[in-house]
């Protein structure tokens, strides 16, 4: 039987008796039905799993108390940055879902010429705040115990900026320089390696977008015949790379 996981944005040390943060108790004891008694792994984003008993639920507070730790070791030898033109409500939840399931390490939503969704100030935190969630609850389900970041919403001019880090660079383009198999990729040791993959926006990259990602050092990538939807794009590639020289590899 598969143990129901949660996350916890806060410290969790073996021993300690804590209450736990409103979403996940909602989550565990109204959604999930636990009761006082009932196991449950608890994690924070630091790499581990702590197995944690629920020890009181009352209206106002439900209390946990950890008794163990264990690594969780998962985590993808690729470690790639996912740029992500944002994309309209349940696109853009699918998006961020299905490549932390897929094991990207960060996603970076990026604001293009072409973008339908334009949100400022306080309408963006609270996107922002929703996306996090939606990754953090994929590693809920998925195992993972490190949570990817996602960053705070960056326009296309500033792309470069989010892919310092990266050795190899990449955007689809049917008419792009690279296919998967024939890919120079960073070695998986190397810490200053990485990729980053940018995808447009429902419109598409329009022609001042590219060339903000030429001028960043990305370069175009073939990915099959066919014109593949934003929520399809990224997705494919990633799982393509994945399988190809990733750990989906078998």
């Known amino acids: 039987m598969r143990m129901i996981r949660a996350f916890v944005d806060m410290p969790l040390a073996i021993g300690a008796r ?12 109204r959604v999930l039905r636990l009761r006082e008694g009932d196991d449950c792994a608890l994690f924070n984003g630091d790499g581990h799993d702590y197995a944690a008993r629920i020890v009181a639920s009352g209206k106002r507070e439900t209390l ?10 998962n985590e993808s030898p690729l470690r790639i940055t996912l740029l992500q033109g944002i994309a309209r409500g349940e696109k853009m939840d699918l998006i961020l879902q299905k490549a932390t399931e897929l094991g990207v390490a ?3 939503p990026v604001e293009a010429e072409r973008t339908e969704v334009r949100l400022d100030g306080a309408r963006m935190q609270k996107r922002l705040a929703h996306w996090r ?4 609850s994929a590693c809920e389900q998925c195992g993972r115990a490190r949570v990817p970041g996602v960053a705070d919403a960056a326009a296309i001019a500033a792309i470069a900026a989010h892919a310092e880090d990266a050795a190899l660079k990449l955007t689809l383009d049917p008419g792009g320089p690279h296919g998967l198999s024939s890919l120079a990729l960073p070695a998986t040791g190397d810490a200053d ?4 993959i940018a995808i447009g926006p429902e419109g598409g990259w329009s022609p001042r977008d590219r060339r903000h990602l030429q001028a960043a050092g990305f370069e175009g990538l073939r990915l099959g015949p066919r014109i593949l939807r934003t ?7 990633i799982a393509a790379l994945q399988a190809l020289h990733g750990d989906l590899r078998g």
């Open 106 to 108: 960060r996603i970076v």
């Open 231 to 237: 929520e399809t794009a990224g997705l494919a590639a």
């Open 64 to 73: 946990v108390e950890v008794s163990g730790m264990q690594a969780v070791d």
């Open 18 to 29: 804590m209450a736990l943060p409103e979403a996940a108790a909602a989550h565990l004891v």
């Open 133 to 136: 969630g939606v990754v953090a």
């Open 193 to 196: 390696a990485g990729i980053a």
